[in-house]
């Protein structure tokens, strides 16, 4: 591992690197916060192994893994990127994920793409909530993992502070495998704990030294801990009684020990990196320690028909299971689809089977169709380069497979397969958009197809009800990056415009009125009268028509026509516009001519009649309510109570989910948590979430009702 000689560490600028087979490839995910130094970690990768001349900086927009001039302009990832390079002959595809929440989408399509991830924490600012959160998920799954202490170099770097907090929220199995030296706030070198090597970096090139006597003590403390955490992982049960006995262990022993345990996901190097430091000894780490994709569980693989397929493993030679993990649509392009295979291998102009299913209510309809693989790339940055084959294991870009969408599943058109798609958070920020012009307009329905099919975060309502056009997105800087692909990526303009929560309408008691609908022309008139009792009912009570017209009064032929003419009103609602719910109405009168009696004349009738019980007695508007459950750290369950509760919610009890949560359960009216999404997140410091489930209808209280019935 990183005591190991690097050998030949150096990749080829300029050409694709490619693998034959899984065992030379590793999959790597790069997760932590916004400005953790995800981006420019990669970069000094790059340039490590010559696969780049120099390293970018975000800063200055020219990254390999920022290139989406979105991401150029924010100067922040928004997108998952795929960066390759060759190291001691293995192909390691490093997956860039955005660090702000509101993209967790691409994050966790990078998860699923990859067979380890490496933490990304910066020395500068330590560990976030949601960084924790992420390493309990990857927990949960037995994703090895690794930690890297990025900016050692940084000016308010805290080297021990920041291993000791890593060492608190990651828990055990946290150990360094290396000390940085640092003289007068500039980064030296290493010194390898296994090896009690410096590995001097002063002159801009690697040089193994003996470190000096004043780091005796530091070694020998983080090494004793670093040996009794790899040996409590050793499969060699004698080996923790031999080295409690004093018998000094082997470092190839150790070594090998650790490779094992990392791959196993049961111990977590630490490893820290600086400008032009530690690029060599992480990449030993990923080579030797993460495990190939043939070594990482397979997701669960089922037919068209929901039956589990067993027996698909990471093999070349298999049946072709693969996945779009990330989709992009560039005007002049087309359609690039991300694709990890799984198992057999992918070609160029060979016909695949496309399957999506699972994701209906975020607009992405179930498909299956038979589609033909065009050119297969391996991107860099905006490079896309020419690629003959896409083996099991690997992560390659396809281009112009018209229906794929993200999350979808590619197969043998013999043999159709389905991946279970994986978990994938609700989007819970409504946005109502609009065109700005008639042109905008004309195009702005493909564009958001394409938009949805990129990305199952995004859901698209178009709501009858409201007439509104909503986008439900993951937070503002979510839907900023949406409205500014809409107007620079695909030339449509929207504007942002006030949600309407769609309200109800009832009656707030009993009475009785009639409905006259007589009108005499030269020819046939309209002659309908009905007599109608209406009620409220309790909510959730839906709509009752009752008939008791007795001796004819009413044809019974007519009878349906009134009920039909009371639904249309109530529909249309009487007083707000709003739909009517929660009503008993009861025809229990009325009269009718022989001749001008007609269908739509007692329709009419009964429209009027319920416009005229409108007039009789209180109507009341009606506001949705939603069950919150809320989960947060125990530290944040005072505020989100608070905050409920000033949102005219009833908070309805607490309960403990997992290490350091709650389980917040409430009532909350929709009009006051349409924005709850971004609130919560600043008052749980992003690591707060919430599902929401609609419960009822219940009175607006009459201030408010008085408010929106006067805006409308």
């Known amino acids: 591992m990183a005591d190991k000689n690097p050998g030949n560490a150096m990749g080829a600028a300029g050409r694709a690197p490619t693998a034959d087979r899984a065992d030379a490839i590793r999959n790597v995910v790069l997760v932590g916060h916004s400005g953790a130094g995800k981006t420019t970690l990669v970069e000094h990768l790059l340039a490590a192994t010559g696969t780049i001349q120099r390293a970018g900086r975000v800063e200055d927009g020219n990254t390999v893994s920022d290139f989406d001039e979105v991401e150029v302009r ?17 192909k390691i595809n490093l997956l860039d994920t955005p660090g702000y929440a509101d993209f967790v989408g691409d994050l966790r399509a990078g998860l699923r793409a990859a067979d380890a991830a490496l933490f990304v924490v910066s020395a500068s600012e330590g560990v976030d909530g949601l960084t924790r959160m992420l390493w309990e998920e990857c927990a949960q799954v037995g994703m090895p993992r690794a930690v890297v202490i990025t900016k050692i170099d940084h000016q308010r770097a805290e080297f021990d502070e920041v291993l000791a907090a890593c060492q608190d929220v990651f828990g055990d199995g946290v ?120 070594e990482h569980l397979m997701p669960e693989i089922t037919g068209l028909d ?15 299971v693969a996945e779009v993990v990330k989709t992009t649509s560039d005007p002049y392009v087309g359609r690039i689809s991300l694709v990890r295979v799984f198992s057999g291998t992918l070609r160029p102009d060979m016909t695949v089977h496309v399957s999506g299913h699972g994701l209906a209510d975020r607009g992405h309809e179930d498909h299956d169709v038979d589609e033909r693989i065009g050119t ?86 178009n709501n009858a009800e409201t007439r509104q056009l909503v986008l439900w997105c993951m937070g503002e800087a979510h839907t900023d990056v949406l409205l500014d692909r809409l107007a620079r990526r695909h030339g449509v303009e929207v504007e942002r415009i006030e949600l309407r929560v769609p309200l109800r309408e009832t009656f707030g008691g009993r009475c009785q009125a009639m409905g006259r609908n007589v009108k005499q022309t030269g020819g046939h008139g309209q002659f309908a009268i009905c007599h109608l009792e209406v009620e409220p009912l309790p909510s ?98 005072g505020s989100v109570m608070s905050d409920l509760s000033s949102r005219r919610g009833r908070v309805l009890g607490t309960e403990p989910v997992g290490t350091g949560h709650t389980l917040v359960k409430a009532e909350v009216p929709e009009l006051e948590i349409t924005r709850y999404a971004i609130d919560l997140r600043s008052m749980s410091h992003g690591t707060g979430s919430f599902q929401r489930t609609f419960l009822r209808y219940e009175p607006l209280p009459p201030h408010l009702a008085s408010k929106l019935a006067a805006a409308d």
């Open 74 to 90: 924010q100067q922040r990832s928004v997108n998952l990127a795929l960066a390759p390079l060759v190291f001691n002959g293995i």
């Open 175 to 294: 150990a360094p495998l290396y000390l940085p030296v640092i003289t007068n706030g500039h980064v030296n070198g290493l010194i390898g704990l296994l090896s009690q090597k410096f590995f001097n970096y002063a002159t801009g090139t690697r040089q193994e030294k003996e470190p000096g006597a004043e780091y005796a003590a530091q070694i020998e403390e983080h090494r004793g801990a670093l040996i009794e955490g790899i040996i409590q992982e050793s499969e060699d049960e004698s080996l923790m009684e031999r080295y409690l006995e004093g018998e000094p262990i082997d470092t190839k022993v150790l070594i090998d020990d650790l490779e094992k345990a990392v791959a196993r996901g049961s111990f977590f190097p630490v490893l820290s990196t600086g400008t032009g430091v530690g690029a060599v000894e992480l990449l030993e780490l990923v080579t030797q320690g993460f495990p190939a994709p043939a």
């Open 306 to 320: 929901g039956d589990a397929v067993r027996g698909v493993c990471c093999d070349g030679d298999g049946p072709l």
């Open 376 to 461: 297969l790339t391996s991107p860099l940055g905006k490079q896309q380069r020419t690629i003959a084959k896409g083996v099991a294991g690997d992560i390659v870009a396809v281009a112009k497979l018209s229906r794929a969408e993200t999350g979808d599943t590619l197969s043998d058109v013999e043999r159709p397969l389905l991946m279970t798609a994986w978990s994938m958070p609700d989007p819970l920020l409504p946005v109502a958009i609009q065109a700005k012009s008639k042109a905008d307009e004309d195009k702005l329905s493909q564009a958001l197809g394409r938009l949805v099919a990129e990305d199952p975060t995004l859901r698209l309502e």
């Open 540 to 637: 959730g009570g839906g709509f009752e028509f009752v008939d008791k017209i007795v001796g004819g009064v009413v044809p019974r032929q007519f009878i349906p026509s009134v009920e039909k003419g009371v639904r249309a009103q109530m529909d249309r609602g009487v007083v707000a516009g709003y739909p009517m719910v929660d009503v008993r109405v009861t025809l229990y009168d009325g009269k009718a001519h022989s001749v001008d009696s007609s269908d739509m004349a007692f329709q009419i009738a009964g429209q009027l009649a319920l416009k005229e019980a409108a007039t009789k007695v209180p109507t009341l508007l009606l506001e949705p309510v939603d069950e919150l459950a809320v989960v947060v750290a125990d530290d944040h369950v």
